[in-house]
Every structure is written in C-alpha cells, then in structure tokens.
C-alpha cells in the first residue's frame, strides 16, 4: 500500500493537540473541585504533548518511557511553568495531584492513539486508525465533561449554605467535616417545601401515563404495521407529524379548553393531557418494531387455529417486549420531565408534579441552594433509570428504522 502520511509529523499534532485538551479539561476539573485558580498553559502543553507523541511514536513497545517523559511535568509544575498554570496560594499536594493527573491522562491515552503508527512513513489505513482513536477519545472526553461539570455544580451548590455562597459563588469544593448537615437543603426540601408529595404525584401520573399511551398505541400501531384498510399509509405517515407540532401552539387552547370544563388545577387533567403528547410517537416506534418481526409467526399461529386477539397476546407482545419496555421508558421520561403543561395548568402546591415544584423554588425568597437541591432530586431518579435501561431505550430507538 501506498505510504502517504509522514509519522513523525502525524504524532506531533495529535500529541499537542491532545495535551492541550487534557491541560484544559484538568484545568477546569480542580477549579471546580478546589475553588483554587488553575489555567493551561498553551506553550507548553503543546511543547510536552509534541515531545511525548514523538517519544511514544519511536518507543511504542515501551509505555514505561513515554509515562516517564510526561511524568517529568510534574517536576515542570513544581518549579512555575508546568502545563497547568497556578496561583502561588495552591498548595505544593495540590500542585502535585494536578500534575499527576496530566501526566497519566496525556501519556496513556497517547500510547492507545498512536500504537498504529511508526516513524517514517505510514499508509492511509494507519494514518486513519490513529485520527479516529483521536476523535473518539476527544469526544468521549469533552461530551462527557459538559454533561458532568453541570451536574456538579449543581450538586455542590446544593450542600452550600447561604453564608458560602455569598462569600464565594465560584467555590464549588466540598467541606465533609459538616457531616450530615451538608444535606440540610435537602431535609428542607422534604420537610417545609413538600417534595415528597411532588415526587409522589409525578411518579403515579408518569406511571398511569405510561399504561394510557401502550393501551392505545400497541394495538394502534400493531393495526397499521400488519392490518390492510383504507388509508393505512396516510395514518401511519401523519403519526409524526403530529408529534412534531410545538406545544407551545396548543398551549393557549388547552388552557382555555381545561378552565372551561374545570380541569385546570386537577391532576386528572394532567393525566389526561400527557398521553396525547406521548402517543404519537410511541405508534411511530411501535409500527417500526413490528413491521421488523417476522409475518410468519403470526401466520403460524393463525393456521394452529388461534384468533387475530390471541395471536397478538401469546406469540407478538412476547417478541417485541423489548421495543415496548423501551417505549415504556421513553414515555416515562417525558411525562416526568414534562414541564409547560404543568406549570399552565397547575397552581395548587399540593398537586404539584416535581417539574412545577422545583420552578417554584425560583425565587429571589428561596435560597439559591434548595433550587439546586430540588434540581438534583428531579435528575437523579430519572438518571438512575435511564443508565439502568439504557439497552432498551437503544434498541426503541433504532426499531422504527427497521423497514420490513
């Protein structure tokens, strides 16, 4: 194969590069967690990544060399002009834990990346590995620090207290030696502000609109992904379409339409109205699925003698149980993130889902902290169940791709 790309100027980029966003992103992390100033160098961030993707590219065999080099900035940070720029007011300790950190997650992951390269000259394929490894990595790491830093903030800002917040709004680091009363916030929240009634409510509306949506969009979706009647194709495509009209349209006559018929300010209106937002979409992931599942079964079932009702019950909501427990999960999510109904239609704390509960704390008389507090407490229970059913929201995802 052709050789098309030198390596030696292939690992330079991508170790400077690489060292820059690990400079950065470490940067970014001890502010966060110390309080304390740290700034990446430029200069020499991208001087030590050049000098480790050189050494990795001609000592690949041997990691132990390219660690040692990236090591050496920890020495580099000790003496004012590390890659990781510092206050004098920093401790030495934390100085050190900074270098480290820079050191192990720029050389390590730069032996990874350029393992397929060597020095000269390397073809298009290698060439290619290493660029991917690269672009993977960076993703992995930048999309994971905008979806972490976030969380954290919120999270420390929770187990502040007014006193620290007003001295440093910046200080996001942690003193455990409060103990339990970091979580002061949090016992606020549950004994004077009532969030264990809004947990409640959302819970059993997000449930019942869970069960309303399957019990209409499995045998609605079922009907236009295996039954012949007139204008089967034009249901089916005008499904989405649907979904796709902004909320905000219908918000003004669904207010006016609940006044009228005394449905506003009652959970039983909320029940009534999420389904519709999330039955559309769950016919458009539903019909996908069971067009994917093979027609035989059925027809198998049908010439043993079973009818249409018992051939769907025993032989086809067996196979798709998986698409129906991910649609299952995708609503959940909806119903309980949902948020412009809620606060249209609802204005009695008691009936409050956790949405409208925790916009209630946005208020110049309620402290900074329980916001956060309450913010977290509407994240992670749904945090918790999505990375528990991930797989299955994944395969819903794609069923409706499927084309049978």
């Known amino acids: 194969m052709r050789k098309v790309r030198n390596g030696y100027l292939i690992a330079a980029i991508i170790g400077c ?170 016992f606020e929240l549950f004994g004077q502000f009532g969030f264990g009634s809004y947990l409640w409510t959302s819970f059993y509306v997000s449930v019942i609109t869970v069960v309303i949506t399957l ?66 979409v769950a016919l458009y992931m539903l019909q996908g699925y069971f067009r994917g599942l093979p027609y035989e079964v059925e027809e198998a079932g049908l010439m043993d003698g079973l009818s249409r009702r018992a051939v769907i019950w025993k032989i086809t909501l067996p196979l798709a149980l998986p698409a129906i427990a991910s649609v299952s999960l995708y609503v959940f999510m909806i119903a309980w993130n949902e948020f412009l109904l809620a606060f249209m239609l609802l204005d009695d704390p008691s009936k409050f889902t956790l949405t409208r509960g925790v916009s209630s704390l946005n208020s110049s008389e309620v402290p900074r902290q329980h916001l956060m507090a309450g913010a977290v407490i509407a994240t992670l229970p749904i945090m918790v169940i999505f990375l528990s059913l991930e797989r299955f929201m994944t395969n819903g995802l794609t069923a409706g791709s499927v084309k049978g």
């Not at 001609?58 to 990781?84: D, E, M, Q, T, W």
């Not at 219908?250 to 029940?271: C, D, H, K, Q, W």
């Open 17 to 186: 590069f690489w060292a820059f966003t690990i400079a950065v992103i470490i940067a970014v992390l001890m502010s966060f967690s110390t309080g304390e100033s740290f700034r990446p160098s430029f200069l020499v961030s991208f001087l030590q990544g050049i000098a480790t993707g050189l050494t990795t590219l001609f000592y690949r065999n041997k990691p132990i060399l390219s660690v040692g080099l990236a090591v050496i900035s920890i020495i580099f940070c000790s003496l004012g002009f590390g890659s990781i720029l510092i206050d004098e007011t920093v401790s030495f300790s934390t100085q050190a834990f900074a270098s480290v950190l820079f050191a192990i997650f720029t050389a390590w992951p730069l032996i990874i990346i350029l393992n397929s390269l060597s020095p000269g000259d390397v073809d298009k394929h290698d060439f290619e590995d290493a660029v991917i490894k690269f672009l993977t990595g960076f993703g992995y790491i930048f999309f994971t620090t905008i979806v972490v830093i976030p969380f954290y903030v919120m999270l420390m800002t929770s187990l502040k207290n007014q006193q620290e917040l007003l001295q440093n709004p910046l200080d996001f680091s942690i003193d455990l030696s409060k103990g339990m009363n970091l979580f002061r916030s949090y």
């Open 215 to 280: 019990a209409f969009s499995i045998p609605g979706a079922y009907a236009v992904a295996r039954l012949r009647f007139k204008g089967r194709t034009a249901f089916g495509r005008s499904v989405l379409v649907i979904y796709m009209v902004p909320m905000i349209v219908l918000a003004l006559p669904i207010y006016i339409a609940f006044s009228m018929t005394g449905l506003r300010n009652t959970v039983t209106g909320i029940v009534m109205i999420y389904p519709v937002t999330t039955i559309p």
